[in-house]
Each structure stands twice: as C-alpha cells, then as structure tokens.
C-alpha cells in the first residue's frame, strides 16, 4: 500500500470517528431477489465487481439473507486474528459441509472445536510432518515415471488430485490408497459439484430426498465413509501409533482421559481426507498452468533447482535454500488459490472501521479477490514471483494475504501444504517444462474449491532430457 493509500485510508478513520458507525453500503439491487441471480451465475465476476464499486465493504441479499463482503484488510485482520472470538462459521459453512465433514475441525465452532483443535494439533507437529517429505519426493517421481510418458497428454488436475491422496493415504493415515483413488477423485467431484448446487437453493436438501444429484451425493459421501470407516477399523485393531496423523487422532485424550467417539474420528477423518488433499491438489495445478503461461518463470525456478540441487532428489534440508520456488507457491496462492474464499458469522453486532456488522449475518471473505487488489499488488494480473521479497511482505497491510486464513483459525494443515507443493512442484521442474496443450486454456469454476472444472487442465508432456537432446540436435542442423 503506497503513500497515498495510507494518507487516503488515515483520513478516512478520521472521518468515521466524526461521523460514528456508518451502515455497511448495499448494492444496487432489484427487490425480493436481490443479487442472488448474479451471485449464482458468476461468482467470481460478481465479488470482482463488488471490490472495484466498494473498496471496503459491501452489503448484498443473497437467497434470503443480507452478505457482506468484505475488501479492507484492516477489516479482515479484525475478524480473523483481534476479534477472532465474535466470530463463527455460521449457518452456511454448517449447512454446506453437514453431511460431508460433519462437525470436524472446519465447519466446527466454540468449546467443541477447541477441544478437537487440541486433541488434533499435536498430530501436525514440524517433527512429525517433515518426516513425511520421502513419501511426497517416492510418489511424485512414481507418478513422473509411471504416467508421463514424453509428447502424451494429460489431464493433470487429476494427476495432481491422485498424488495428492496418495500422499495423504501413506502419511496422514499411514495407507496406500492407490486401489481407491479414482474412486475418491469421482467421489469428491460430485460432492463438490452438488453441495454447491444444494446450498444455492432456498430449502436445505434433506438426505432423504429423492432427486438423482441428491442421491449420486449420499452415495459419494458413503463411499468415502466406508474407506475412512476400514482404515479407523484397521488402526484401532493395530493398537498402536504408526507416526500418521489418523493414528495420533485416534489415540489422543482430552485433559479428563476421554478420546474422540467414532462419530468425532468419522468428521475428523473426513476432513483431513478432504482439506488434506483436494486442496493442495487443485493450488499445484493452477501453479502448474502459470509455470506454463511463464515459461521464462518456469525456466528460472528450474535454473535454481540445477544450481542449488543439482541432478539429485530434491530433500528436506534443500528447501529453506530454494527461495525462488518459496516465491512461486506465494505468488500461485495470490494469483490462482484453490480455497478462493471462506466465511465468518458475528455472534453479536460487531463495529470495525467505522461499520457494523449484524448479528448472524454472513461475511464472505476472499483471497481470490484480495490477489487481485491493485491497491494492495502493483500490476496484479502479472504473474511475478519476485515481487515476494521481505520489504514487500514487510509492507502488506495485515490481513491482505491470507491463502491460509490467520489466527487461532489458521489451517493446522498450512507446514504439510507448503511442504507438499515445494516438493512435488519442484521434482516436477527437475523433471518436465510445463506446457499445456496446444490451444487449451482451462475453465476456473467455483466449487468447494477453485479449480479447472470436468475439462480438467490438459497438459502437453515434455521431458527435460528429450528437450535438450533436441535442442542439441536443431543447433547441430544449423551449423551444418
């Protein structure tokens, strides 16, 4: 934020301080419906409308409640990290993750989460997840070597979404999932496309209603059950920690002796099988499809891995070192982040800057609109990686950047994420030059996540090896 910014933004907390708390400015909108068609029909153009008319703060009726939606960092530092405490998840994350996550850790609110928080914590300890980097190095060079055959082409949303729960299969439950990944990967398409299209209609679907989406959700959700629901069985039988989370989880105890009852692992289990892997698998694809869109980006982060890494694997100890690849996972999650917005709900009126916020009304908050704040990033649509440097987080207003949300609420899982993607994105420019099909550019639809949609993000596959054979052989031909 430059000068003139902070001198814009200090006169206008003069201003509020004159005039008292001001009301939240609604949008121009037609009666009854409000913006609810708009909303629906584009969710990303309609919030990117909003942020360029109302810079901090807007108010819009959505089905039949009024959102806001919230622009000013200050604003969201306030709800996330200051005054954490007024705040929940409200009933639209409760409704929308009820029959998929249950009452696990993310749509989960007051003394029961804190003490799911803490029974779960432990389990994501930096001892613990960094003893997971062989198996992410093992299955990304399995996948390079099994399915990316040099000049095929390949989907790699679901690449990355198979990698992604192997990875969580052997180290957060301590399984090979290879035998279930595609069924979880079609499981977790229809949830993610139906549950979106259940929380846009007026009256909460029921499990018992007996329209074909509803049906083809229960059995998706059932049958992620049955696999959380084996490997649950199996480690209890074991009766001993493996060193994966599911094991921690399973063993932990509160302060009064109680562990988890088979409903609270079923919602715990769930979720790190969702957040543990859908997540990241869809951040590693978009990274992908910018590493391909800036090549002269891709070419410099691989330039650093030659140098600083060599021909080897990449390991644990190399990463603190590759500080452009740092860069490029910071500039993919401003750019193009997978979990694109979340929301809060005050459990009373609540003054910030100079507005209320009402009591049970829902806030919505989005770091896909925050990335893309030239108030905040000079030139946003650019992808550069090296505008991260330390003087320019340094200068980020608090609340600006929050790919991981922030506070007592940050995602426990964010050192295994960015361990994740550093490793897998890092072997595969060792590797492969990102490159997408000849004329494919990727739909980006609004789901549980952000992500390429049914078309997946098709890639053409080129090995580093074959390209310099071939270079090598085009400048011998020229010479010639």
Same mark, same amino acid.
């Given at each position: 934020?430059?000068?003139?910014?902070?001198?814009?933004?200090?006169?206008?907390?003069?201003?509020?301080?004159?005039?008292?708390?001001?009301?939240? !400015?609604?949008?121009?909108? *037609?009666?009854?419906?409000?913006?609810?068609?708009?909303?629906?029909?584009?969710?990303?153009?309609?919030?990117?409308?909003?942020?360029?008319?109302?810079?901090?703060?807007?108010?819009?009726?959505?089905?039949?409640?009024?959102?806001?939606?919230?622009?000013? @960092?200050?604003?969201?530092?306030?709800?996330?990290?200051?005054? $954490?405490?007024?705040?929940?998840?409200?009933?639209?994350?409760?409704?929308?993750?009820?029959?998929?996550?249950?009452?696990?850790?993310?749509?989960?609110?007051?003394? #029961? $989460?804190?003490?799911?928080?803490?029974?779960?914590?432990?389990?994501? #300890?930096?001892?613990?997840?960094?003893?997971?980097?062989?198996?992410?190095?093992?299955?990304?060079?399995?996948?390079?070597?099994?399915?990316?055959?040099?000049?095929?082409?390949?989907?790699?949303?679901?690449?990355?979404?198979?990698?992604?729960?192997?990875?969580?299969?052997?180290?957060?439950?301590?399984?090979?999932?290879?035998?279930?990944?595609?069924?979880?990967?079609?499981?977790?398409?229809?949830?993610?496309?139906?549950?979106?299209?259940?929380?846009?209609?007026?009256?909460?679907? @029921?499990?018992?209603? *007996?329209?074909?989406?509803?049906?083809?959700?229960?059995?998706?959700?059932?049958?992620?059950?049955?696999?959380? &629901?084996?490997?649950?069985?199996?480690?209890?039988?074991?009766?001993?920690?493996?060193?994966?989370?599911?094991?921690?989880?399973?063993?932990?105890k509160d302060p009064s002796g109680k562990g988890m009852t088979n409903k609270e692992l079923r919602d715990e289990a769930m979720t790190l099988l969702f957040a543990g892997h859908?997540?990241?698998?869809?951040?590693?694809?978009?990274?992908?499809?910018?590493?391909?869109?800036?090549?002269?980006?891709?070419?410099?982060?691989?330039?650093?891995?030659?140098?600083?890494?060599?021909?080897? !694997?990449?390991?644990?100890?190399?990463?603190?070192?590759?500080?452009?690849? #740092?860069?490029?996972? &910071?500039?993919?999650?401003?750019?193009?982040?997978?979990? %694109?917005?979340?929301?809060?709900?005050?459990?009373?009126?609540?003054?910030?800057?100079?507005?209320?916020?009402?009591?049970?009304?829902?806030?919505?908050?989005?770091?896909?609109?925050?990335?893309?704040?030239?108030?905040?990033?000079?030139?946003?649509?650019?992808?550069?990686?090296?505008? %991260?440097?330390?003087?320019?987080?340094?200068?980020?207003?608090?609340?600006?950047?929050?790919?991981?949300?922030?506070? !007592?609420?940050?995602?426990?899982?964010?050192?295994?994420?960015?361990?994740?993607?550093?490793?897998?994105?890092?072997?595969?420019?060792? #590797?492969?030059?990102?490159?997408?099909?000849?004329?494919?550019?990727p739909d980006v639809v609004t789901e549980l996540s952000l992500h390429p949609g049914e078309r997946g993000l098709q890639i053409l596959v080129k090995h580093r090896d074959k390209q310099v054979k071939k270079q090598a052989a085009n400048q011998a031909e020229q010479s010639a």
């Amino acid at each position: 934020m430059n000068a003139h910014t902070t001198q814009k933004v200090a006169s206008e907390k003069q201003a509020v301080s004159a005039i008292g708390v001001r009301e939240v !400015p609604r949008v121009d909108e *037609p009666p009854i419906i409000g913006s609810t068609v708009r909303f629906q029909k584009d969710q990303l153009a309609f919030v990117l409308d909003l942020q360029q008319k109302y810079p901090d703060v807007a108010k819009a009726r959505i089905l039949h409640l009024d959102w806001h939606f919230v622009f000013n @960092p200050a604003i969201i530092h306030e709800i996330n990290v200051r005054q $954490w405490e007024k705040f929940n998840k409200g009933w639209l994350a409760k409704t929308l993750w009820k029959l998929f996550l249950g009452n696990g850790l993310v749509p989960n609110d007051g003394e #029961h $989460w804190r003490r799911q928080h803490d029974l779960i914590k432990p389990g994501f #300890h930096r001892q613990r997840i960094d003893s997971y980097a062989p198996v992410m190095l093992d299955e990304t060079l399995q996948m390079i070597e099994r399915d990316f055959q040099d000049g095929t082409i390949r989907d790699i949303r679901e690449d990355m979404n198979n990698l992604a729960l192997r990875v969580v299969g052997r180290t957060l439950f301590g399984a090979d999932m290879s035998d279930h990944q595609g069924a979880v990967f079609k499981a977790m398409h229809n949830i993610s496309k139906i549950l979106v299209e259940h929380i846009n209609l007026p009256i909460p679907t @029921p499990r018992w209603w *007996p329209s074909a989406s509803n049906r083809r959700k229960i059995d998706a959700i059932e049958e992620l059950e049955e696999v959380i &629901k084996r490997l649950i069985a199996e480690r209890r039988a074991s009766g001993k920690d493996e060193g994966d989370v599911l094991s921690h989880i399973i063993f932990a105890k509160d302060p009064s002796g109680k562990g988890m009852t088979n409903k609270e692992l079923r919602d715990e289990a769930m979720t790190l099988l969702f957040a543990g892997h859908e997540t990241t698998a869809h951040t590693m694809t978009w990274a992908w499809y910018l590493l391909a869109k800036n090549p002269h980006v891709a070419e410099k982060l691989y330039a650093e891995i030659e140098e600083k890494v060599g021909n080897r !694997p990449i390991q644990l100890d190399d990463l603190d070192n590759l500080t452009y690849l #740092h860069q490029v996972i &910071k500039e993919s999650l401003r750019l193009m982040p997978a979990v %694109w917005t979340y929301t809060r709900c005050p459990t009373e009126d609540v003054v910030i800057e100079g507005y209320r916020f009402p009591k049970n009304q829902p806030i919505f908050i989005s770091q896909f609109a925050l990335g893309r704040d030239p108030r905040i990033h000079p030139d946003p649509l650019t992808f550069k990686p090296e505008r %991260w440097t330390r003087e320019y987080e340094r200068a980020l207003p608090r609340g600006a950047y929050v790919p991981f949300a922030a506070g !007592p609420r940050v995602c426990l899982g964010q050192g295994f994420a960015q361990m994740e993607m550093k490793i897998v994105l890092g072997t595969l420019i060792q #590797h492969l030059v990102p490159a997408l099909k000849p004329g494919f550019e990727p739909d980006v639809v609004t789901e549980l996540s952000l992500h390429p949609g049914e078309r997946g993000l098709q890639i053409l596959v080129k090995h580093r090896d074959k390209q310099v054979k071939k270079q090598a052989a085009n400048q011998a031909e020229q010479s010639a």
